[in-house]
Structure formats: structure tokens, C-alpha cells
């Protein structure tokens, strides 16, 4: 062998061992968990199914908490509602942090609210949540704006005279409208071709992200980003909504009335002029664009997403529909619209609603999480920075908080009298400091929608209902509901 040859061997020989033992050292403190290879991680030990498969499976050797290294970064993981409850409300403020998603980190690249650490995010979020709730409970409250967007649906479906549809892009009209009234301070016509397209931008997005690539691509994201692939396809989408955002920005500057602001984008902009001559302040271009993707994307996608997969699952089990059918008769009759007051003298409607949100399971990984100091848990030490991932789905589907975790089944959310009952583990907004921010938004939309359209409508699919299959298209970051066309039959 040429010495040269033997050389190289050394040297790549000790560079194993020097990675391996490295590796080694800094998992010292860190849950147990599969022995990584070196830049590979525990790649060998990922299901052809996807990341979550991969978890649960590892969960079953390793327990509740446990160290995966995606690539060679580590990730905590923390499986169950008791551990996820235990590190994100008793530890609320060690477990703040937000970690990254690769196939979208270089749209955010820690900007706007839902991306964003330290002093940048409390910032945002203190705006965010004060500036919703003055335009979410202003002259129009939120229910309000609900309300008659509920009705524009209910025209909308009476248009189809019973054809079969796909409800995909009117759900997404219906809860894009709600954030837009608030953001833009305008709603957008179902036929709007722009409003559409943006749509699309979000749901073929979406469907990305949740992707088995994007999967992949977060292993091996610091090699895979210099090729062309699907998070070209990603960034392409999200660069043409935020070139959107920004002309609706731009607009809004030049027709501000200091003395009158229409929404979200005015208050943030009259913010940004009375810091202008702050030091290092977030209230930027670029935090207001990226925050408002953030609102956009994730106020019309999730809901929408929840009502699709929820009218599949009502056409499974008819006779669930039929039973909300009957308590909205009861309660509401059909000739006003439902309203929040109805929801406590509806449980069965609200339990069902409950259970389509635990059984869809929307987002199963849950957001990734960063520790903001060195964290000792279950006595274990979590070093600063380090990723953490609540699995959700773990808890949603947790045995000792459902007695059928892998059925649809809302009797999970009602006690032997027939009264909705809190459960510890339903948490499919997130728990923490990091919960969603529009979750009060997010609920009130799924009860009016809901009953809205099943106090004027019954539902038809035109296949058997055994013949329904409820397997999601795409399931990684996200949960996609299969493709589907239903009918809307005038009651």
C-alpha cells in the first residue's frame, strides 16, 4: 500500500474517533438515546414512514424523554402530555426558546413573531397579541366577523345546487378572510384570482413542508440546500406571498391616517415611526413582513386544514353529523346563526369539535423548541440551545388521557352525564409561553363554521363511508388531509 494511500487512512481513522468521542462527550448529560454516526446522526435509525414513526418507535425503547441526533445536531425529545406539560408550563420559560425548521429557515431566518428569540419575540408577541385582540374585539368583534363570513360561505354552497365539490380553497377563503380582516383590514372575494393563487401558495406550501423530503432535507439540510429540490420550491412560494404582504404594506404607509388606524399593519406602522430613532428596535420592515407571513400562514392554514379533515370525518361517521345536526336544531333552531353563547348549551357539538382537533392531529412533531440555558430535567442536563421537540401526537393520542387514543371517538370530552370535560393531554394549540397565538381565533372559527354549515347543509360522499379513508396525504411537520369532493345538500 502506498504511503500516501496509508496515510489518508490514519488520518480519516483518527477523525472518526475523534468525531465519535466528541459526540460522546457532549451527550454526556443529554437523555439517552441511539449512538450516532458520525455527520450522519441517527439517520440509520429513521422509518421509511417519516420522523414521527421513527420517534414513537424510539420512544418504546428509550422512554418519554430521549436524545436523537438529526444529522449532528441533537434533538430532545419529549413524548407524552405529562413530560411535554412538565418541560413547557413547569419550566415555561427555560423551554421559550423556538428552534428552526430547515425547509423554511431561509424565508424567517429568526425574524417575525413565530421564528424568533430573545428580546425580538417577547417584543412581537406583546404587540401581536394586544393589536389581535384591539382588532378582534373592536366595533367588529371576532365572532362578528365569523358570523358573516359563515354566511358568505353558506351563498357560496347554495351556488353548487348539491354538485360535488372540493372544499379545499373555500375553506381556506373562509379562515384567510378572518386574519385578513384583521391584518389588511379587508376580506377577499372567493373568485379573487390573486387571493386564490396566494391560497395555493400556502397549500401546496404547506403540503411541502409536511413532506417526506422536507423530512429528509432536515437531516441533511446543510449539504441538501446547495441543490435544487423542493425547499426551492418553498422559498419560491413564500418569497411571492411576502412580495404580496409588502404591497399591501407600501399601500397602507401611503394612505395612513395617523389619527385613525384600520388594523394590524397601521398600529405596527405608526409603532415603527415612534421608534424610529430607537436603538437596535424591532420594529422593522423586515419583522413586520415575516410577521405577517407568520399571521397569514398560519391563521388560514391550520383551521382550514381542521375543517377539511373534519368533514371527512363526519362523512365516515354519519351518524355523529347527524347527532350535531340535531343539537343544533335544538339549541339554534334555523333561523339565526349560531353564536359563541351556544357552545356551552351544545357539548355534543363541542366534544365532536375537540375530537376532530386531537384525532387530525395537525401538527404531530409540534413546533421545534430551543432551551434558553442550561436545563436540568428529569435528571438529565439539557445544555443550552439545545433543540427540543414537543411531540404532540403523543399526547393527543396518550392512553392514559384516552381510553381509545387511535379512534375518533368524542366521548374522550364528555363526562357520564353528557358535559364537556377538560382534559390535560388535548393540547393540539401547543401549552406554554409558546402556545399558538390566535388559538382563541382558531377555536371560535372551527365552532361557527361548523355549525354553520351543518345548520344549513347534510352532507354526501360519494363513496360508502366504510369505503372513507382517513390516511393523511402527508404527515411530517404537518398532518394533510387526502384530496376529497363531497356534496352540500340544502337541508
Request: hydrophobic letters at 40%; glycine letters at 6%.
Amino acid at each position: 500500500m502506498e504511503l500516501s494511500v496509508l496515510l489518508s487512512l490514519v488520518l480519516l481513522t483518527g477523525l472518526l474517533l475523534l468525531l465519535l468521542r466528541a459526540g460522546s462527550k457532549a451527550r454526556g448529560h443529554l437523555p439517552p438515546g441511539p449512538r450516532p454516526l458520525p455527520l450522519l446522526g441517527n439517520v440509520l435509525q429513521m422509518d421509511r414512514h417519516g420522523l414521527l414513526k421513527s420517534f414513537l418507535q424510539l420512544r418504546e425503547r428509550y422512554g418519554d424523554v430521549f436524545t436523537v441526533y438529526l444529522g449532528s445536531r441533537p434533538v430532545v425529545m419529549l413524548c407524552g402530555a405529562d413530560t411535554i406539560r412538565e418541560a413547557l408550563v413547569d419550566q415555561a420559560e427555560a423551554f421559550s426558546g423556538r428552534g428552526t425548521i430547515a425547509s423554511i429557515q431561509p424565508i424567517f431566518q429568526d425574524y417575525g413573531m413565530i421564528f424568533a428569540n430573545g428580546e425580538r419575540w417577547k417584543a412581537l408577541r406583546r404587540f401581536s397579541l394586544a393589536t389581535m385582540r384591539d382588532f378582534g374585539m373592536g366595533k367588529r368583534s371576532v365572532e362578528e366577523r365569523i358570523q358573516e363570513e359563515a354566511q358568505c360561505l353558506v351563498e357560496e354552497l347554495q351556488k353548487t345546487n348539491g354538485e360535488l365539490v372540493d372544499p379545499t380553497f373555500l375553506f381556506q377563503s373562509i379562515t384567510a378572510n378572518i386574519i385578513c380582516s384583521i391584518v389588511f383590514g379587508e376580506r377577499f372575494d372567493y373568485k379573487d384570482r390573486n387571493f386564490l393563487h396566494l391560497l395555493d401558495m400556502f397549500y401546496q406550501s404547506f403540503a411541502l413542508i409536511s413532506s417526506f423530503y422536507s423530512q429528509v432535507f432536515e437531516l441533511f439540510s446543510s449539504v441538501m440546500k446547495h441543490f435544487p429540490g423542493k425547499h426551492r420550491e418553498i422559498y419560491k412560494n413564500l418569497q411571492e406571498v411576502n412580495a404580496f404582504i409588502a404591497q399591501r404594506v407600501e399601500w397602507h404607509r401611503a394612505t395612513l391616517d395617523p389619527s385613525m388606524p384600520r388594523d394590524f399593519i397601521d398600529t405596527y406602522l405608526l409603532r415603527m415611526d415612534k421608534e424610529k430613532s430607537t436603538p437596535h428596535t424591532e420594529f422593522t420592515d423586515r419583522n413586520l413582513i415575516l410577521t405577517l407571513l407568520s399571521l397569514f400562514f398560519a391563521g388560514t392554514e391550520t383551521s382550514s386544514t381542521t375543517l377539511r379533515y373534519g368533514f371527512l370525518i363526519l362523512m365516515k361517521f354519519p351518524h355523529i353529523a347527524e347527532r350535531v345536526q340535531k343539537e343544533i336544531k335544538e339549541v339554534v333552531g334555523l333561523h339565526r346563526p349560531p353564536a359563541l353563547d351556544d357552545r356551552t348549551k351544545m357539548p355534543y357539538t363541542d366534544a365532536v369539535i375537540h375530537e376532530i382537533q386531537r384525532f387530525s392531529d395537525l401538527l404531530p412533531i409540534g413546533l421545534p423548541h430551543v432551551v434558553t440555558k442550561d436545563t436540568e430535567f428529569r435528571g438529565y442536563i439539557i445544555p443550552k440551545n439545545t433543540e427540543v421537540y414537543p411531540i404532540l401526537s403523543s399526547a393527543l393520542h396518550d392512553p392514559h388521557y384516552f381510553a381509545k387514543p387511535d379512534e375518533f371517538n368524542p366521548d374522550h370530552f364528555l363526562d357520564a352525564n353528557g358535559a364537556l370535560k377538560k382534559n390535560d393531554a388535548f393540547m393540539p394549540f401547543s401549552i406554554g409561553k409558546r402556545i399558538c397565538l390566535g388559538e382563541g381565533i382558531a377555536r371560535s372559527e372551527l365552532f361557527l363554521f361548523f355549525t354553520t354549515i351543518l345548520q344549513h347543509f347534510s352532507l354526501a360522499s360519494p363513496v360508502a363511508p366504510k369505503d372513507i379513508d382517513l390516511s393523511p396525504r402527508e404527515s411530517g411537520v404537518g398532518r394533510v388531509p387526502p384530496t376529497y369532493q363531497l356534496r352540500f345538500l340544502p337541508l
